[in-house]
């Protein structure tokens, strides 16, 4: 059996798995830094009175903030990360199937509510779907996850589809 082929059967047993992780809260400061870093002047993210006058108890988060954040802790050490910047341990493969070239398949998101600075989050992760492709250069493992970020209330802001390839 291919390691390619391994990682299809890891992937099929992980079908229904589900994981539940505290993000934290979404403060002002961190909407402001990202509105600014994707260029987004729009007063909305920037302006706590602008966002008031529009019936928002502070500034709103841009829609795709909460689920392009690929990463919310502090991140690790640069001897724990492989070259491309993933990590060694406790990403989608365990170490035995270490060495397949993992990168993102692309994404649905569907926007529920817009979070406001101050909101507390949580991340629900499922796998719902796994698939094998006969690529150019051999096969290719597809794995979809369902990610639905929510408050502790569970009101929904956004929930996306993403794809992962493995190959």
């Known amino acids: 059996m291919t390691l390619i082929e391994k990682v299809a059967e890891h992937f099929k047993a992980s079908i229904g798995q589900k994981n539940e992780e505290h993000l934290g809260i979404m403060s002002g400061l961190m909407i402001q830094r990202y509105a600014l870093a994707i260029g987004d002047d729009n007063p909305l993210y920037h302006d706590q009175e602008y966002a008031r006058q529009r019936g928002y108890a502070d500034i709103i988060?841009?829609?795709?903030?909460?689920?392009s954040i690929m990463d919310w802790t502090v991140g690790l050490k640069e001897e724990d990360l492989h070259e491309d910047g993933t990590p060694?341990?406790?990403?989608?493969?365990?170490?035995?199937?270490?060495?397949?070239?993992?990168?993102?398949?692309?994404?649905m998101k569907k926007f529920y509510n817009p979070i406001v600075a101050?909101?507390?989050?949580?991340?629900?992760?499922?796998?719902?779907?796994?698939h094998v492709k006969e690529g150019k250069k051999g096969l290719i493992a597809f794995l979809v996850l369902k990610n639905t970020y929510k408050d502790e209330k569970e009101k929904i802001y956004c929930i996306s589809e993403r794809t992962v390839i493995a190959r």
């Not at 060694?88 to 994404?107: C, H």
């Not at 101050?118 to 796994?130: A, N, P, Q, R, S």
């Open 61 to 67: 988060a841009p829609p795709n903030m909460v689920a």
């Open 88 to 107: 060694k341990t406790g990403g989608i493969l365990p170490p035995s199937l270490q060495g397949v070239r993992v990168m993102g398949g692309g994404e």
């Open 118 to 130: 101050g909101t507390d989050l949580y991340l629900t992760t499922e796998v719902i779907d796994t």
